[in-house]
């Protein structure tokens, strides 16, 4: 019998140690991972600032270009502020050397800015929308108010207006070089994550069906931005864009809000009641703080091929 409980007692001691060592070995393996994950952020955050000192405004001003579901329209303000610079910097350096030998632009770029709201929900929802109107009229944008992105072609101010613009600019062709629409956004606030998603995509499909029509073929591009995380990434727009069937993802790339001058973004629902200098949250903070991707779409070669085949028989 004695010989039987010394068996025993050796027995617990050997569970024990064995717990203690599986507990020790679990906690080395813990803050190894805590290293390693240290390193990667690290390096992530080394890669993040490379890639933003080499990111540059991807539009130019010879571009037509359609913006919808704006906001309070700073982002176009910037943007075209943007090229009118840069056409400014063209036509000093094109005066100061022969201007013969400058090449002719057969047409100029235009920017055409687009919101759902009306201008007496804008003047509600978004203080600065209407100076910043106003200032795009300054500046040769052109803007529609009450535009339903998911159903552009039927808008007949917008029609009207596109008219407009490309006889103005010079453009004969059909459709835009580049469609945007930053952060799209129903804000239905639906708690349902799954509904949430559901009514999202919904959105990005009838975008995407709608805003193709004014595309030009076969170089237009459709560029969607979204904040990175969820529920965003649960929208999956590169999989909207699969299904649309004439459409392909060319690629994407960081959106960095600091590269527009100016630009504050702002919720569907409204601006912050509080502004940064009025000890409100920092100008897009949302924004840097998860992160921003443009998905860019285009037509797939298919698509661009029987369209060129068909016109020209």
């Not at 000192?53 to 704006?70: F, N, Q, R």
């Not at 559901?198 to 237009?220: D, I, T, W, Y």
């Amino acid at each position: 019998m004695g010989k039987h409980r010394g068996g025993g007692k050796k027995k617990g001691k050997s569970l024990i140690a064995r717990a203690k060592q599986l507990r020790t070995n679990s906690q080395k393996k813990a803050v190894r991972n805590a290293h390693e994950r240290k390193k990667q952020l690290a390096k992530q955050k080394k890669r993040n600032l490379e890639n933003r000192k080499k990111a540059k405004i991807p539009y130019t001003p010879d571009e037509s270009i359609l913006l919808v579901g704006e906001g309070d329209f700073s982002f176009t303000v910037s943007l075209q502020s943007y090229c009118n610079k840069v056409m400014e910097t063209l036509r000093n350096t094109v005066s100061s050397n022969d201007s013969k030998s400058a090449p002719k632009r057969k047409h100029k770029g235009f920017i055409l800015a687009t919101c759902l709201d009306s201008k007496e929900e804008l003047k509600k929802k978004y203080p600065t929308a209407l100076p910043n109107i106003e200032k795009l009229k300054q500046l040769g944008a052109y803007v529609v108010d009450k535009v339903d992105c998911t159903d552009l072609k039927s808008n007949i101010v917008l029609g009207d207006k596109i008219i407009l613009a490309k006889a103005k600019a010079l453009d004969q062709s059909e459709g835009f070089d580049r469609i945007i629409f930053n952060f799209p956004h129903t804000g239905c606030g639906i708690k349902d994550t799954h509904k949430n998603n559901a009514l999202h995509q919904e959105l990005l499909r009838k975008f995407l069906k709608s805003a193709v029509k004014l595309m030009k073929n076969p170089s237009g591009e459709i560029h969607v931005t979204l904040k990175k995380g969820e529920p965003y990434e649960s929208w999956n727009f590169p999989a909207c864009v699969r299904e649309h069937g004439a459409l392909r993802l060319k690629n994407s790339t960081d959106f960095y809000t600091d590269l527009y001058e100016g630009y504050r973004h702002r919720r569907t629902l409204g601006a912050q009641s509080i502004e940064e200098n009025d000890g409100g949250p920092a100008a897009n903070a949302d924004v840097k703080s998860s992160g921003a991707r443009t998905y860019i779409a285009v037509l797939k070669e298919t698509e661009v091929d029987a369209v060129t085949s068909s016109s020209s028989r």
